[in-house]
């Protein structure tokens, strides 16, 4: 069963990981999946950098967790500097070593450049030509944006490309972080009033530090911090250790509201960490840890 199969029947928990810069990083990962493991979790994404700076390492995680039949690995994969030829022997080897599911993006921009310099400038494409290419061998995933992509000129047009994601041979959708619990409900209205159908993954970003919070929100993504993180953020504003502890409090009070407004699977940022993320799961209450 893929993963847009198992969120249609209930809600799903899942984990995003990044590649590691060292082979220390790599042994630590290691570490941290074997307890996201315990909580049999339907699947885990792997990211890479602009580029593929860090492909390597991706795969070889995809790799691993594809052999340790604990999850479904699922490799993000992106149209910078992807040739039509790259694209289809990248997936041919991630399929070869039982990797069949992937997060099709544009990407972000290499610094110093403004286009993928590959043969797609949209995620459209890629999804397009990954489905011609291999049909149903593989399941793709698609991006969804509910506060709009920074160069987007207005929410609307970031729907009808989520539609053409969907068109083109999408199986499910994996969004943005954001935090504003009444843009996200507007923006699932909006999405299915269009016409897109798919399962939504939210990303659920943990609040468990002042500086990296504001900088999630703020370095590259463009979201709004709503009166109640802002109030968050102020209260403990000198308190690292009282942020923390309510912020996972925070935290587990928007994976409820998330699936109170219909999300199918809570995709947490686990930032390559394994134990507030167990904290925040126990606290919650949603899953069954197996230990």
Not at 139 to 154: F, K, Q, V, W
């Amino acid at each position: 069963m893929n993963v847009a199969d198992k969120m249609k029947q209930k809600t799903t928990l899942s984990f995003e990981v990044f590649p590691p810069k060292t082979a220390a990083g790599m042994g630590k990962l290691q570490m941290v999946l074997e307890d996201l493991y315990k909580w049999s979790p339907d699947w885990i994404s792997c990211t890479y950098g602009a580029g593929g700076s860090d492909k390597g390492y991706n795969l070889e995680i995809c790799r691993a967790m594809a052999h340790a039949g604990r999850t479904t690995p699922v490799s993000h994969y992106t149209c910078i500097h992807h040739t039509r030829e790259d694209i289809q022997a990248d997936i041919g080897e991630y399929l070869s070593v039982g990797v069949e599911n992937f997060l099709a993006l544009r990407g972000d921009f290499v610094p110093g450049e403004d286009a993928t310099h590959g043969d797609f400038d949209h995620a459209d494409g890629l999804i397009r030509f990954m489905r011609e290419r291999f049909g149903s061998r593989i399941s793709i995933a698609c991006s969804g944006l509910p506060e709009g992509h920074i160069l987007s000129p207005d929410l609307s047009c970031d729907t009808e490309f989520l539609k053409r994601k969907q068109d083109a041979g999408a199986d499910f959708i994996v969004t943005q972080l954001t935090f504003d619990m009444d843009r996200f409900a507007r923006w699932m209205d909006e999405i299915r009033a269009a016409g897109v159908t798919l399962p939504v993954a939210v990303g659920v970003m943990p609040v468990l530090d002042r500086d990296k919070c504001i900088r999630h929100c703020l370095s590259m993504n463009g979201c709004a911090i709503p009166r109640d993180l802002a109030r968050h953020i102020s209260k403990y504003y000198n308190d690292p250790e009282g942020f923390l502890d309510a912020g996972m409090d925070y935290t587990v009070r928007q994976m409820h509201q998330y699936i109170q407004l219909g999300a199918n699977d809570l995709h947490m940022y686990a930032l390559n960490q394994s134990a507030a993320v167990d904290e925040i799961l126990r606290r919650s209450g949603l899953f069954t840890n197996g230990t």
